[in-house]
């Protein structure tokens, strides 16, 4: 796709569910856009003594479902447009998981690696001043994203709450296990994909005690994609994984957890006993069964997809298969479990928290985990049939069922 602003293409992904479903006019125009955003100026007193003056953003996307939801990602190429695109995909996440919130995403135009502690706590002070009046467990529930983390969502609560006079910790989800956090929010992205992995093979007859799988970005999502690939598809082998200084391979199979700590003792997967070096793009076309992308955007596009030989694509990334990428890949056979169905986990355990932080009583990880599996097991359930039934390619498919979702609830309040 020539153009590359993400909510552009948003826009366009919606456009095609839209025009399958036969929504109106109206219906169309009005979820093609954000329902409300805001964009803050925010002063901050640097270390240095000096103000420095940085621009936030919130949109939320769409209420018809419930409360929005969605993270604040602080990153040096923050745009509103990268906002509204994560915003809309949020209202497609929560409505594809069929909890019952909306879509909103936050961000921060900076660089968190250029400052300190106490400059990154003084501007996460500042931006929930002021987007306070915004926010709450009824009206927008925010999250970590890239670059911001449980600290970060722990100083803003407490701030909120110094606003308002009051415990609120559901007003941030994503807190540490001190303030509120729920069990099994760290590895639920992953879980949430694997589960959806395991659905698929039993769909596709997959025998994983002789099957392969292979993780290229090897952070957060994709280690423990590794490891709970492991711990709920038993004896497959894990056979390549890769970061951005590039990949290992060893045909024989590894040990999920020994990579893991390999990479976090060396910073680094280069010279793991037993394998050999790949380049990433060898990785994402190596012969597998499973192929978790777990880096970031476009890494299949029209230029490699056709070399692509995994039989699954499990985008626990964002945006890793460019649309042209979807539609190769799909004529190949390829089934691609898509990013906002298959990362769906890590909002599903979100909501999960506010549900907790709401009676004030927590679940044990056993529950947390059952919970997210039936949640997981049917909406993935539901993109297959849709895919069937519509003969289209699995991404489409989650697009028709959450969109078909969300137009219904702002139908039934008279919206449109
Ligand atoms: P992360 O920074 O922890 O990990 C990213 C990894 O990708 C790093 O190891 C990096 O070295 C590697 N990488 C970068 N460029 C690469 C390349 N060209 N080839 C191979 N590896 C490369 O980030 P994360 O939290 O794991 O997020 C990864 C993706 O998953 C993002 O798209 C993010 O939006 C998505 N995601 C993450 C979560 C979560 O809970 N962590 C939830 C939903 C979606």
């Not at 308002?164 to 069990?183: A, C, D, N, R, Y």
């Not at 024989?252 to 020994?258: L, R, S, T, V, W």
């Not at 777990?294 to 626990?316: F, G, P, Q």
Request: hydrophobic share 40%.
């Amino acid at each position: 796709m020539s153009e590359l602003n993400p909510f552009k293409i948003a826009q366009a992904q919606f456009d095609e569910a839209a025009e399958r479903l036969g929504l109106d006019d109206g219906m169309r125009e009005f979820l093609r856009w954000p329902m409300r955003e805001y964009k803050v100026t925010l002063p901050v007193r640097m270390d240095d003594g000096k103000f420095k003056i940085f621009h936030g953003y919130r949109v939320q996307y769409n209420s018809s479902r419930g409360p929005t939801k969605g993270g604040l990602r602080w990153h040096p190429d923050e745009t509103i447009d990268t906002v509204r695109a994560l915003a809309a995909w949020m209202t497609w996440k929560t409505a594809v998981v069929d909890i019952p919130l909306g879509g909103g995403k936050g961000g921060i135009t900076c660089n968190p690696k250029e400052l300190s502690a106490g400059e990154q706590e003084r501007l996460a002070r500042g931006y929930m001043r002021a987007v306070a009046r915004l926010l709450g467990v009824t009206k927008d529930v925010p999250a970590p994203d890239v670059y911001t983390n449980p600290q970060i969502m722990a100083w803003m609560m407490d701030e909120y709450e110094t606003i308002v006079m009051e415990s609120h910790p559901g007003v941030i989800t994503g807190k540490p296990l001190t303030l509120g956090g729920s069990q099994g929010r760290g590895d639920a992205t992953a879980r949430g994909g694997v589960i959806c992995v395991r659905e698929a093979g039993k769909i596709l007859n997959i025998d994983w005690d002789n099957a392969t799988y292979a993780v290229q970005g090897f952070g957060n999502a994709g280690q423990f994609g590794a490891t709970i690939h492991k711990e709920l598809l038993g004896n497959s082998k894990f056979v390549a994984a890769s970061d951005s200084r590039g990949g290992i391979y060893c045909a024989a199979g590894m040990d999920p957890h020994e990579v893991v700590k390999y990479k976090l003792e060396k910073g680094t997967l280069q010279g793991y006993p037993g394998t050999e070096p790949i380049s990433n793009a060898e990785l994402l076309e190596l012969e597998v069964d499973v192929l978790y992308p777990s880096a970031l955007e476009n890494a299949i596009t029209d230029e490699n997809a056709a070399r692509v030989k995994a039989k699954m694509l499990c985008e626990l990334a964002n945006g890793p298969t460019t649309p042209e990428a979807d539609e190769i890949l799909y004529d190949k056979g390829v089934v691609i479990l898509p990013d906002f169905m298959a990362n769906a986990g890590g909002v599903t355990v979100s909501y999960f928290e506010q549900v907790q932080n709401s009676y004030n009583y927590y679940w044990p990880l056993k529950l947390v985990r059952e919970r997210l599996d039936e949640k997981m097991t049917d909406a993935f359930h539901a993109v297959w049939k849709m895919a069937e039934s519509e003969k289209v390619h699995m991404r489409l498919a989650a697009y028709l069922v959450s969109v078909q979702r969300v137009a219904q609830a702002s139908r039934d309040r008279g919206w449109v």
